[in-house]
Each structure stands twice: as C-alpha cells, then as structure tokens.
C-alpha cells in the first residue's frame, strides 16, 4: 500500500488520468479531489477535523430568505470579486471587512459576490457594491436535499454515471491506499455535481447582468468560483485567483500535476510572496503572479505604531489539528521561564469554547491565553519577539512583523514548513525544553521579513487589473 502523501496522489491522478473525466461537462474528479484526499487521510490517519455545520435555525432561514429575494442590480462592472464570505471587525471603524476584497473594490467600478458564512452575513460592512448570494446557497441546499430524499431520476441517472466513471477510480485507489471509500464519496461527489450545477446557472444570470471585465476570485475551490471560472472560459473573460492565505506543500488544492489544464480553475494565480513559487504547483495553464497583501502592509505598520516590540513577550500560536500538543508546550515554557517573560498563547477561532475542557493544563497565570477575537493577532505579533507554532500561515505573518521563529515538530510541520528549515534554517523541535534552550541562547530562527510579502502590494494588484481592463 502507498501512503497518502501528495506526492503518491499526484502520480495516482497521472497514472489513471483522473482528471480527464468528464460528466455533464464538469471534470467531476478535479472538483471533489481536495475531499477525495482528506477522505482517504482520514481513513488512514484516523483524524478528526472540526464538528460538522449545526443546522439553520428558523431567523437565519427568514433572513437567508429575505436576502435571496434582493435583486441583483449592478450593470457593466469592471471586476466582478468573489468574496469568500468571511469578514473582519475593525475596531476603529467598526466595520467588518472583507481583509482581501474591499480594499482592492473601492478603487474599481466594482461588485462583490458574497456567500452565507457561519449561517450569516457580519453586517455592517461599510460597502455599497456588495451582494449577498444567499439565493442559491437556498436553492442548491433545497435542490440536493429533495434529490436525496426522492432519489429522483436526475439523481439516479447521475449516481450511475459517478458510478461508472468515477467508481473504478475509487476502486483503485482502494488497492493502492487502503481504504475502501466508494459507497460514501459516490453520493457525495453526485451532491458536488448538483452543487456546481446549479450555481452555474445561477452565475451565469448574474454575468449577464454584471458583464465584467475580470472575475477575481478569492479562494477558487467553492462552488461560486468553479462556476465563474468555468463561465469566465465559456464567455472568454479573464479569471484570477486572489490567494487568501499562504499555501502548503501538502495542501490538495494548490498541488497539480502541470499537464491538468482544466477549465474549472483560473487563468491566473495572485500570490502573497516568491516563497510561494516553489512551494504551490499549479498546472502550466495558470500564471503565477506575485502581488503581496495590501491588507497586511496597512496593518503591520498599524499595529507595530500601537504596539511596541517586547523583547521579552513570546507568542504561541494554535493550529486547528496540533492545538493539544503546543499548548502543553507552552504551558511548560510560561512555567519554566514565565516569571521572566511574558508568555502569550493564541488559540485558533475554533478552539475557544472548548480550550478549557480539553487544554486544562493552559489555566496558569503564567501563561496568557487569548481566547477571542477582541484584538487581532497582528496586535500580539507586533508586542512579541520570538513566535511558536507548528504548520500555520502565522509563521508568515510573525516573520512579517520581524519576530524570530521556532517550530515545534508536530503533525507534518516537517513537510509543510520545509523551505523555513531547510532554506532559512529556522530551528524545529520536539519539546518544551528545547524551546527554553533556545530562547535562553538567543538562537530562535531570523528570517528577512521582507521576503514575506512582496512589497507595495494595492500597486501590484491594481497593476495587474489595470492591464487585464486595457486589454480589451
């Protein structure tokens, strides 16, 4: 049997051509290949990721009614930005802001496409070119629902196609990897198709409306923007991805074997930082452009005004998957060395409710924990000097604010954060002891923090659009 890596997956999808395979006009595989992945990961590793999404309550349903009924009313922008929905408060405004689209729109004849996250919309958002596309969030959960619970003759005629094209793809990588997956990722990947579907058409009711120069999509992956990009291929309008965060070498979505041309990604690929060109692998038909993060440039220089570097303020920072294991290390660090230093440690989004119960270790006074969204983690990258964590896009963002680094060797820190290592020599450990060595002897990893992001970054961007907009 082969191990799952992402190496092996790749030369899975090569060997079997698997995504060549076409259904209804969609490459069925290449739109379900991130799940298809983690499933397999999952089988094998036995891991668990967070809970599933609780249901809709009855006010969230009303309000995602009354937002599907809006219409849509802008004409003939220039860009057309697919939102990823998540938006974050400013606490001098008080607006929520979408951190990777707002800024950028402000200065175009623009529109945002919004999706439902979290059952909702962070409101207010200080915007007036933003629409919220709860109609065919409605409409497609509605659609595959029924599907489902009738099994109608649509749903049965694609079943057996997924069944016949995609199964023994399944099959194989029963024999190759392990796990027997077939009887729960067949209906799954029907649902994807239902999914993709359905928001083509209902994309492609609005690009008639918007008539866009340019479709900037901010995490290519969701089901708005393998619409768009298919559409943006049909209708001959430029696609771009606008990346929302850094990505890793074993993360499905940003590895490609490079002859997988597909219509359903972007024609280009806008990343933070050239420590990304050898680290994501896209197929040759996406361009790579290296553009920076405007957002990120404003708020470091923000937060270093309000928030004055202390030399003595150590930040940890929890991953999702390896949150257990760094908060033990940190409670050992702010208990060896707390009296002397400040000790910070900052929970991921989703472990906050439940940090207590499942770290009770963290409850010391020695140790700081940061369990809610009231401050920015720029506000605690600013105040430190030496930041600690695992595989997180953090690690990117405290070299940016020109902390020094240590990284703990826990789930595939190794393999994600290897250009850190091996090219940038930032020290990986194994336990709390070596992390009080380090910080004692001054020698937690330097990196240029320059190098992170690519400097003026709403430069490069509006660059980039500006020559996709005078192009045609």
């Known amino acids: ?44 590793y036995k891991t668990e990721g967070p809970g599933g999404e609780e249901s809709y309550t009855k006010k969230e ?15 003939n922008v220039d860009v057309l930005f697919i939102g990823n929905g998540r938006r974050t408060k400013n606490v001098d405004t008080g607006y929520f802001e979408d951190i990777y689209c707002d800024e950028v729109a402000k200065k175009y004849n623009s529109v945002i496409l919004e999706h439902p996250e979290n059952h909702g919309h962070c409101q207010p958002n200080g915007m007036d070119n933003v629409y919220f596309t709860d109609r065919v969030a409605f409409k497609t959960n509605i659609a595959v629902k029924l599907s489902r619970k009738f099994n109608t003759k649509k749903r049965q005629r694609r079943t057996q196609l997924v069944t016949e094209l995609i199964g023994p793809l399944l099959d194989k990588a029963a024999e190759e990897f392990g796990p027997d997956l077939k009887e729960k990722l067949i209906p ?4 994807r198709i239902y999914y993709v579907d359905i ?119 929890s991953t999702l998957h390896e949150g257990e294991d760094i908060s033990k290390v940190a409670a050992q660090v702010a208990d060896e060395i707390g009296d002397e230093y400040r000790v910070i440690y900052k929970l991921h989004p989703f472990e906050f ?50 902390c020094k680094t240590i990284l703990l060797n826990f789930g595939d820190t190794a393999v994600n954060m290897e250009y850190f ?29 320059d190098g992170m992001f690519e400097p003026n970054a709403m430069t490069n961007i509006c660059n980039f659009i500006d020559g996709i907009l005078s192009s045609q």
């Open 1 to 44: 049997m082969m191990e799952p890596t992402i190496e092996n997956f790749l030369a899975f999808e090569r060997k079997y051509q698997c995504n060549k395979i076409e259904i209804e006009g969609l490459h069925v595989w290449a739109l379900y290949r991130y799940e298809i992945h983690n499933a397999i990961k999952k089988a094998i």
């Open 61 to 75: 349903l009303f309000t995602m009614a009354l937002n599907a009924l809006k219409p849509f009313r802008y004409r």
């Open 188 to 191: 799954e990947i029907v649902d």
């Open 199 to 317: 928001t083509k058409k209902y994309c492609g009711k609005i690009l008639d409306k918007a008539k866009p120069k340019l479709i900037i999509e901010i995490c290519y992956y969701t089901m708005e923007s393998y619409a768009m990009s298919l559409l943006g291929h049909e209708r001959g309008i430029p696609t771009a991805e606008y990346s929302h965060g850094f990505a890793f070498p074993t993360h499905t979505p940003m590895q490609y074997n490079p002859e997988d041309s597909l219509p359903e990604l972007p024609d280009y690929e806008l990343i933070y930082s050239k420590t990304q060109l050898p680290i994501v692998h896209l197929p040759e038909s996406v361009k790579m452009i290296t553009v920076g993060f405007p957002f990120f440039e404003r708020q470091r220089e923000h937060y270093k005004k309000l928030y004055p570097r202390q030399d003595k303020t150590i930040c940890f920072i």
């Open 353 to 402: 409710a439940t940090y207590k119960k499942r770290y009770p270790w963290t409850a010391t006074d020695k140790l700081e924990v940061i369990a809610n969204n009231g401050e920015h983690i720029f506000r605690y990258l600013a105040e430190s000097s030496i930041v600690v964590s695992a595989r997180t896009a953090s690690v990117w963002e405290g070299i940016g604010f020109g």
């Open 421 to 449: 290592i091996k090219e940038k020599n930032v020290p990986l450990v194994d336990n709390a002891e070596q992390v009080v060595d380090l910080i004692k002897r001054d020698a937690a990893g330097v990196v240029e923090p």
